[in-house]
């Protein structure tokens, strides 16, 4: 398995979630070919990240007020995402982090699902400290010498080993083969969500108290507090392999791609289409994302926010009728 972003839901966990996704229904009759009402109904995954839920808002605003179609918004974790696929309550997912045993069961093995292009975004992974920390230990990004370190870092939920701090528990991770591969005195606690991982970052850096950690890129954030990364061992093939003894940092996501269902194509070939051109920058998500977290907003009003500003960029993506 190519290494992926975060770890897999639990199998209950994934099937009381997509019991409850089928509430809503999915799927209708006839699509319109461009703007203009229709009956179709399309079910866009969104994972707990708010990066991913900046594109679901943008692609579902315009597929409704633009298309006419009616969009569904599931709230699911990847695992489940891509399940859904199969049992027809989703037809994209907006933002894939890697999940190659993934595309191999529902792309190439069930024929359930199809790529559908870049989002235009690249994505990294990876280990970070706090900028004052940087400063103040400036050796301390070379992951040789964090050994050295792994007693600032000690909590009461880390015991006598230093604390990584990972995000949400459902996201897939490799951190804990990282540790073990690297023979690093650490151990995983998970912040509990992506927002608790940012708010750990932030009181980190007001309050100069030491803190390693799991983020990523595109992310608001950043623009707020610089993140400064640490240096593992470059990713190469194969480095990966074994999923609990990894030497390497995170496989690059360059670019980040893209999901639908294969029925998408018959059911409602305007919104495939649409989907599939969606592309944008790290700065374009970031704006949306920030608003949602940041701003008070709802996904639609973030999402028309942008839309209204940026139309030279979005009428591209709208097949022609």
Same mark, same amino acid.
């Not at 400290?129 to 400063?135: N, Q």
């Not at 998500?285 to 940026?310: G, H, L, P, Y």
């Given at each position: ?20 996704? &089928?509430?809503?229904?999915?799927? #209708? ?6 703007? /203009?009402? +229709?009956? %179709?109904?399309? *079910? @866009? !995954? ?7 839920? &900046?594109?679901?808002?943008?692609? #579902? ?6 298309? /006419?179609? +009616?969009? %569904?918004?599931? *709230? @699911? !974790? ?244």
């Amino acid at each position: 398995m190519h290494v992926t972003r975060r770890v897999r839901a639990l199998v209950v966990v994934s099937t009381i979630a997509i019991a409850l996704a &089928a509430c809503s229904g999915g799927g #209708g009759s006839s699509a319109a070919p461009g703007g /203009g009402a +229709t009956d %179709e109904v399309v *079910d @866009l !995954a969104v994972n707990p990240w708010v990066g991913y839920e &900046a594109n679901a808002a943008v692609v #579902g605003y315009l597929l409704e007020n633009e298309m /006419g179609y +009616t969009v %569904e918004y599931k *709230d @699911l !974790a990847e695992q489940v995402s891509w399940e859904g696929f199969e049992s027809g309550e989703v037809d994209a997912i907006l933002e894939n982090w890697g999940h190659a045993d993934l595309i191999q069961t529902y792309v190439t093995d069930k024929a359930v699902a199809v790529a559908a292009g870049s989002t235009g975004v690249d994505g990294i992974i990876g280990w970070f400290v706090p900028p004052w920390m940087a400063t103040e230990y400036p050796d301390i990004t070379d992951y040789t010498k964090l050994n050295g370190y792994a007693e600032l870092f000690k909590t009461s939920e880390s015991g006598d080993k230093g604390q990584f701090l990972a995000g949400d528990p459902s996201f897939v991770t490799s951190d804990a083969g990282i540790i073990k591969g690297l023979d690093l005195d650490f151990e995983v606690v998970y912040a509990g969500s992506e927002a608790a991982l940012i708010e750990a970052f932030r009181k980190a850096e007001q309050d100069k108290t030491p803190l390693l950690g799991y983020f990523y890129s595109p992310q608001w954030f950043l623009n707020e507090v610089p993140l400064v990364k640490i240096e593992l061992p470059p990713y190469t093939d194969g480095c990966d392999a074994d999923p609990e003894n990894i030497t390497c940092d995170y496989a690059p996501y360059v670019p980040l791609d893209k999901y639908i269902s294969k029925s998408l194509e018959t059911t409602a070939p305007s919104a495939a289409t649409f989907i599939k051109n969606f592309s944008w920058s790290a700065a374009d998500q970031n704006e949306v994302a920030n608003d949602i977290t940041n701003n008070d907003m709802s996904r639609e009003d973030a999402a028309k926010k942008w839309v209204e500003a940026n139309e030279a960029t979005w009428k591209a993506w709208i097949p022609a009728s």
